[in-house]
């Protein structure tokens, strides 16, 4: 069983940047395609990024393309979202997510995809 837990979440202006991190316990991080996906009120949770367990491939909503980068640290377990040029329409709960890599078919911008989540971490963005 893989635990997640974000931090770095809060409240920034907008045009601002915050760095999320989600870290995991376990020792087979390495093994897991990892994303990150956001909830705003009264919305579905919609896909952000997600990153193979490499690091080598990344995908993007065309939303934050240009704008969010995602990256992993498979020594340190974790795996990174940094937000740059944040919008009011950023304005989220965020939730790290991760499956196992032998379920490589998977389609990893659909939340059932994933096997365990974290608790989220909210980011405000003001005007």
């Known amino acids: 069983q893989v635990q997640l837990v974000e931090s770095g979440g809060g409240l920034v202006q907008a045009g601002g940047s915050l760095r999320l991190s989600c870290a995991a316990s376990?020792?087979?991080?390495?093994?897991?395609?990892m994303g990150w996906f956001r909830q705003a009120p009264g919305k579905e949770r919609e896909f952000v990024a997600a990153?193979?367990?490499?690091?080598?491939?990344?995908y993007y909503a065309d939303s934050v393309k240009g704008r969010f980068t995602v990256s992993r640290d498979n020594a340190k377990n974790t795996v990174y979202l940094q937000m740059n040029s944040l919008k009011p329409e950023d304005t989220a709960v965020y939730y790290c997510?991760?499956?196992?890599?032998?379920?490589?078919?998977?389609?990893?911008?659909?939340?059932?995809?994933?096997?365990?989540w974290g608790q989220g971490t909210q980011v405000t963005v003001s005007s």
């Open positions: 990153i193979s367990w490499s690091g080598g491939n990344t």
């Open positions: 376990g020792r087979t991080f390495n093994l897991y395609t």
């Open positions: 997510a991760g499956y196992s890599t032998r379920y490589y078919l998977r389609n990893l911008t659909v939340l059932e995809s994933y096997e365990f």
